[in-house]
């Protein structure tokens, strides 16, 4: 039974991170519609941001079935 909890709370868990690229990269189309001409810089950091998020993610999912 505490498997199938674990695997629960990282699906709760998931959520956030999966919140949070959708607002890096909606922040990233909006940024470069306003500024095209800064589409490099903004290309970069909302790709570092993508991966700082989905690490979170790739952390839980090694924790949960570690626990």
Do not use: C, K, T
Request: no cysteine; hydrophobic share 60%; net charge negative.
């Amino acid at each position: 039974m505490d498997g199938n909890l674990n695997m629960i709370g990282y699906g709760l868990a998931a959520i956030g991170p999966g919140v949070g690229i959708g607002l890096i990269f909606a922040a990233y189309i909006s940024g470069v519609a306003r500024q095209p001409e800064a589409q490099g810089r903004l290309q970069s950091i909302a790709i570092l941001g993508f991966a700082l998020a989905e690490a979170l993610a790739i952390i839980g999912i090694a924790l949960a079935f570690v626990l």
